[in-house]
Antibody
Framework: QVQLVQSGAEVKKPGASVKVSCKAS????????IYWVRQAPGQGLEWLGW????????HFAPRFQGRVTLTTDASITTAYMDLRSLTSDDTAVYYC??????????????WGQGTLVSVSS | ETVLTQSPGTLSLSPGARATLSCRAS???????LAWYQQKPGQAPRLLIY???TRATGIPDRFSGSGSGTDFTLTISRLEPEDFAVYYC??????????FGQGTKVEIK
């Protein structure tokens, strides 16, 4: 079955960077986009960006452009989200997700368990 | 950016009752690219409905979605104890894609 397993919680200081991993299994990794979403404590959901594991192509929500890098390592079927210049506003649970089918314009069907990133001095 | 406004913010209902949740978009959502998610505390969201009215795999038929253009509705025909949760709508048809509403909490009355 499709599984997305994320790395563990992180605590960072303001100005630092964080890298979250998302290990995929149960399907052909290159065939499906990976999207990243975050949720601040007690708040709603916010999409950060997507990556096409086949081409390496990426696209970001405007507010994260220039601060987020998305990559994949097909040899270990893992996607990564790198967020720089952290502030307390970046404290959130970060999720990787996969759509139900191939193609870009889709909702989010499979979800990782989430990674809590806490930013505090 | 397409803004999604969900109402009400909180819905207090008894098990067995019918729940009607609204999601209104600030502009027409192309091709009815509207989805609904359920989220319980400490869990990742779960896809319920996509394409405005298509149930995702394994979703019970007490969940139904309807609407088009700018007005969409999620209906839970008879609330089960496990349905008390927060529900989010999401559009994925307009750029920038994948924006969410602020959520509706369905709580036990």
């Amino acid at each position: 079955q499709v599984q997305l397993v994320q790395s563990g919680a992180e605590v960072k200081k303001p100005g630092a960077s964080v890298k979250v991993s998302c290990k995929a299994s149960g399907y052909t990794f290159s065939h499906y986009y990976i999207y990243w979403v975050r949720q601040a404590p007690g708040q709603g959901l916010e999409w950060l960006g997507w990556i096409n594991p086949s081409s390496g192509g990426t696209h970001f929500a405007p507010r994260f452009q220039g601060r987020v890098t998305l990559t994949t390592d097909a040899s270990i079927t893992t996607a990564y989200m790198d967020l720089r210049s952290l502030t307390s506003d970046d404290t959130a649970v970060y999720y990787c997700t996969r759509p139900p089918g191939r193609g870009l314009v889709q909702p989010f069907d499979y979800w990782g368990q989430g990674t809590l990133v806490s930013v505090s001095s | 950016e397409t803004v999604l406004t969900q109402s009400p913010g909180t819905l207090s209902l008894s098990p067995g009752a019918r729940a009607t949740l609204s999601c209104r978009a600030s502009e027409t959502i192309g091709s009815s690219y509207l989805a609904w998610y359920q989220q319980k505390p400490g869990q990742a969201p779960r896809l319920l409905i996509y394409g405005a009215s298509t149930r995702a795999t394994g979703i019970p038929d007490r969940f139904s979605g309807s609407g088009s253009g700018t007005d969409f509705t999620l209906t839970i025909s008879r609330l089960e104890p496990e349905d008390f949760a927060v529900y989010y709508c999401q559009q994925y048809g307009n750029s920038p894609r994948w924006t969410f509403g602020q959520g509706t909490k369905v709580e036990i009355k």
